[in-house]
């Protein structure tokens, strides 16, 4: 073998040896006989091994330049800008490629932009060479030059679509389709420049996993149009970072749409009888008990509600409370349950309780997973409330319990089952005697007791979820607790 192959083979590149030999050749003509071609070779080979990376997760915005391989996973639109300081229109194009250590988008523009949306397709493969930065969505390579390289071998599946497990920091163009697992209404905020905005969030599963969707200014009421266990199809998200977890964004550029189609998301769930106090977890199980829609006041004057659910798996059985727009979900008996981000809390007498807030999702699963059958038609016959297993009961369906005479209280505040009411006493201006559970602690504390709910002043430390006794003087409708008497 020649200088130059000797060289070559000491190489490691995906560089084709032709394109390595002309390379030499060419840089023995610039250094116009200075340097023979042994050491144009390894100046070549110095350059390369400077700038080729191992794979995208190398690339870093501190680096000058780079080259790498990679397959095209999307070719973005190509778009046009009014350049400052030219009359001439400008054009550029995002293309997100990828190997088997990461995911980049590259941006290339003008001549090369024209081209690369006539000719790149999602498959092809290509040897990017450019200059790294951070970007507007992350990390962004400029390209200076950009060659097909068809022989060469990436190990990654390319798709115009993405899946949740797909998305990274920094991906554009993003085309998800995903089930919707829950929506929040729009909010407004008020920017820095003194005009407001308004956002609203949404929460897609897929096969792959959950994310969390952000809807910006005119997308945001898109969030109010979809309802959970519908299908949607988001075009030209981006991928963003908050608190640590990706999120997707959609923009004045993306949409959201129904489709007609069919997304399975099953969570990875936590066995509720391994579930641990101030842990947030994902849990699910089928429905045992349900309770009605509770509402009450807040310090601060609003209204509020809550809805309580027990759901057992084989490991066990736990009560979620359901806050807010939560509380009007149709949850049924025999129902299998998915709360997915839930804070695992204190509840009554001791017991374990799941509470699902603003970051929680509620997914009434089409069909249980096939390990739980036999767990919900447990769970089901052992409370009398019927079988999981679908149809109808038919004469042999067991007639439901007594209403229970214990409170049923709920993580911080939800209704009770049947209680007694003691007589009241000369209510008018003297003393009156109730019996609930406690809605709303601090002052005054709140008690419902199924039917109505009463204030109470008392220097009594209540906990949200305790079935008491008061007595005292009323006034303004309030009583004032001079005897407080906790259940047994």
């Known amino acids: 073998m020649g200088v130059i192959a000797d060289v070559y083979e000491d190489l490691d590149t995906d560089v084709d040896f032709e394109e390595f030999e002309a390379a030499v050749e060419d840089k023995v003509e610039q250094m116009g006989g200075l340097a023979d071609e042994e050491t144009a070779a390894m ?28 397959k095209v996973m999307r070719v973005g639109d190509l778009r046009t800008f009014e350049r400052d300081d030219a009359d001439d229109e400008g054009r550029v194009v995002n293309i997100d490629v990828a190997d088997e250590t990461g995911r980049v988008t590259i941006t290339m523009w003008d001549g090369m932009a024209d081209d690369a949306v ?7 493969t290509v040897r990017v060479a450019g200059r790294p930065k951070d970007g507007y969505n992350g990390l962004e390579v400029d390209v200076d030059k950009a060659e097909p390289a068809p022989d060469a071998e990436v190990d990654v599946e390319s798709t115009d679509t993405h899946r949740v497990e797909d998305l990274s920091l920094g991906l554009s163009d993003v085309t998800l389709t995903g089930r919707v697992l829950s929506t929040d209404t729009v909010r407004t905020f008020d920017r820095d420049d003194g005009s407001e905005g308004r956002v609203s969030n949404l929460t897609l599963g897929d096969p ?20 959970a266990g519908e299908t949607v199809e988001i075009v030209d998200g981006y991928v963003r970072e908050r608190d640590g977890t990706l ?22 769930t936590t066995d509720i009888g391994a579930l641990e106090l101030g842990e947030t977890a994902d849990v699910a199980g089928g429905v045992i008990e349900t309770d009605p829609k509770r509402t009450f006041d807040r310090d601060d004057g609003s209204e509020g509600q809550v809805r309580n659910v ?32 839930v804070e695992i809390q204190d509840g009554w007498q001791d017991d374990l309780e799941a509470s699902a807030g603003w970051q929680s999702t509620v997914n009434v699963m089409e069909d249980a997973p096939e390990d739980a059958t036999d767990t919900q038609t447990e769970a089901a016959q052992s409370t ?31 209704a009770t089952a049947a209680v007694t009411e003691p007589p009241a006493e000369d209510a008018e201006g003297g003393t009156e005697t109730f019996t609930g559970t406690v809605v709303q602690a601090g002052s005054p504390v709140v008690l419902d007791d199924g039917t109505e709910t009463r204030s109470v002043e008392t220097d009594e430390s209540l906990r949200l979820g305790e079935k008491v006794t008061v007595s005292g003087p009323v006034a303004d409708g309030t009583i004032t607790a001079t005897e407080v008497e906790r259940a047994e």
């Open 43 to 70: 100046l070549i080979a110095h350059e390369l091994r400077d700038q080729e990376v191992e794979g995208i997760a190398d690339v870093d915005p501190g680096m000058d330049d780079v080259k790498f391989l990679a």
């Open 118 to 124: 006539e000719r790149l397709e999602p498959g092809d």
């Open 208 to 227: 792959t996993g959950r994310i969390r969707v952000t809807l910006w200014d005119g997308k945001a009421d898109l969030a109010t149009e979809f309802g």
């Open 247 to 268: 999120e997707l964004h959609v923009g004045d550029r993306g949409t959201v749409d129904a489709i007609d189609d069919d997304v399975e998301y099953v969570p990875d």
């Open 310 to 341: 027990r759901i057992k798996d084989e490991t066990g059985d736990i009560r979620v409370a359901l806050w807010g727009d939560k509380a009007d979900r149709d949850i049924d008996l025999a129902d299998y349950v998915a709360f997915t981000d």
């Open 384 to 414: 009398g409330l019927g079988a999981f297993s679908g149809g109808d009961a038919g004469s042999d369906t067991p007639t439901p319990p007594e209403a229970k005479t214990e409170p049923d209280p709920g993580a911080g505040g939800s």
